[in-house]
């Protein structure tokens, strides 16, 4: 069986892409090394993938259907994981342009290449962000998310919907997937528990958006690679929503002390202003994938911000 993934040299996707060349699928991978973060942050994860001779890598822009013409072209692929996007919920109100263009647009060029090439199931990484700021919770798949107050989330709730119409008027098979506040080894350097932990490292204060009060639903890699792989396999599959969170939200105060511990080191903590586009809180109601495919996630804050932590500072030291 063969998988493209789309971002898949990044954090999640090059988990994803371990994992699925372990249990002896083929993997294409498209990435685009866009500058957001280090390239060579993503040309290490490749290395990594490239010790598996079932892997392939394509260099090449979403925007850009001549690519996907290209491996469909080239390869028998029976499913595709979109996670490449342009990610950041306070760079997209910097670019909600070039957001639209890279999230939107490239979704759709996805859909259309995939609809000529007949590829039958698609697997959309959607955000938790398109809940909004709203009050209710836990999260589930059935709440209005119809305010979205960051383009980002915008264009995630935008893709949902594309999928859905080619779900309808073609056939696709959709899961879109709700992710929330993936964190992990490799985790990118921009998220809030990777670039704590270097500030922390050069004996700098972290910024702390708010008063520590939000609520985040931290998920760890693994609990997220297993949850899509359930989602990959399961039959059948017509047009779903799922969120693949943790289920168990804490504060950003709590989810600092966690990583002190895991650190050994006391954060200097240096108080801002909230941010627009970030949300109060995020708590996903995981009782759908649960009671559809069995998804319990299974690592707890403080063992994954450990492990986070054993990677970090073997990563820093070169070992």
Same mark, same amino acid.
Not at 98 to 103: I, S
């Given at each position: 069986?063969?998988?493209?993934?789309?971002?898949?040299?990044?954090?999640?996707?090059?988990?994803?892409?371990?994992?699925?060349?372990?249990?002896?699928?083929?993997?294409?991978?498209?990435?685009?090394?866009?500058?957001?973060?280090?390239?060579?942050?993503?040309?290490?994860?490749?290395?990594?993938?490239?010790?598996?001779?079932?892997?392939?890598?394509?260099?090449?822009?979403?925007?850009?259907?001549?690519? &996907?013409?290209?491996?469909?072209?080239?390869?028998?692929?029976?499913?595709?994981?979109?996670?490449?996007?342009?990610?950041?919920?306070?760079?997209?109100?910097?670019?909600?342009?070039?957001?639209?263009?890279?999230?939107?647009?490239?979704?759709?060029?996805?859909?259309?290449?995939?609809?000529?090439?007949?590829?039958?199931?698609?697997?959309?990484?959607?955000?938790?962000?398109?809940?909004?700021?709203?009050?209710?919770?836990?999260?589930?798949?059935?709440?209005?998310?119809?305010?979205?107050?960051?383009?980002?989330?915008?264009?995630?709730?935008?893709?949902?919907?594309?999928?859905?119409?080619?779900?309808?008027?073609?056939?696709?098979?959709?899961?879109?997937?709700?992710?929330?506040?993936?964190?992990?080894?490799?985790?990118?350097?921009?998220?809030?528990?990777?670039?704590?932990?270097?500030?922390?490292?050069?004996?700098?204060?972290?910024?702390?958006?708010?008063?520590?009060?939000?609520?985040?639903?931290?998920?760890?890699?693994?609990?997220?690679?297993?949850?899509?792989?359930?989602?990959?396999?399961?039959?059948?599959?017509?047009?779903?929503? &799922?969120?693949?969170?943790?289920?168990?939200?804490?504060?950003?105060?709590?989810?600092?002390?966690?990583?002190?511990?895991?650190?050994?080191?006391?954060?200097?903590?240096?108080?801002?202003?909230?941010?627009?586009?970030?949300?109060?809180?995020?708590?996903?109601?995981?009782?759908?994938?649960?009671?559809?495919?069995?998804?319990?996630?299974?690592?707890?804050?403080?063992?994954?911000?450990?492990?986070?932590?054993?990677?970090?500072?073997?990563?820093?030291?070169?070992?």
């Amino acid at each position: 069986m063969t998988i493209l993934v789309t971002g898949g040299a990044g954090f999640i996707g090059s988990h994803l892409c371990e994992s699925l060349l372990r249990d002896s699928y083929h993997v294409v991978v498209l990435d685009n090394f866009d500058p957001f973060y280090d390239p060579a942050i993503k040309q290490e994860n490749l290395r990594l993938l490239s010790e598996y001779p079932a892997f392939r890598f394509i260099e090449g822009d979403i925007r850009d259907q001549q690519v &996907f013409h290209q491996i469909f072209t080239n390869h028998s692929v029976d499913a595709v994981i979109h996670l490449a996007a342009k990610a950041g919920v306070r760079p997209s109100i910097q670019e909600p342009a070039l957001y639209f263009d890279v999230n939107v647009n490239g979704t759709l060029q996805l859909l259309e290449a995939m609809r000529k090439a007949g590829v039958p199931r698609l697997l959309f990484a959607s955000s938790s962000s398109v809940y909004g700021n709203q009050e209710k919770t836990p999260f589930s798949e059935t709440d209005d998310v119809s305010h979205p107050i960051s383009p980002y989330a915008s264009t995630k709730r935008t893709g949902e919907l594309m999928c859905y119409t080619y779900h309808h008027l073609y056939g696709l098979e959709v899961a879109c997937l709700r992710l929330f506040t993936v964190y992990g080894p490799r985790q990118r350097p921009d998220l809030a528990i990777h670039k704590f932990a270097h500030l922390a490292l050069a004996g700098k204060p972290i910024p702390l958006y708010g008063d520590g009060s939000t609520r985040r639903d931290y998920s760890y890699v693994t609990d997220t690679v297993n949850g899509i792989r359930q989602v990959l396999d399961l039959q059948p599959l017509q047009y779903e929503i &799922f969120n693949l969170g943790g289920g168990t939200p804490v504060t950003l105060i709590e989810m600092v002390r966690a990583l002190e511990k895991a650190l050994g080191h006391q954060l200097e903590i240096d108080f801002q202003d909230k941010q627009p586009g970030d949300v109060d809180q995020t708590f996903a109601d995981v009782a759908k994938a649960r009671s559809v495919f069995g998804y319990q996630p299974a690592v707890s804050l403080e063992e994954g911000v450990q492990s986070f932590s054993d990677w970090f500072f073997s990563s820093a030291t070169g070992r």
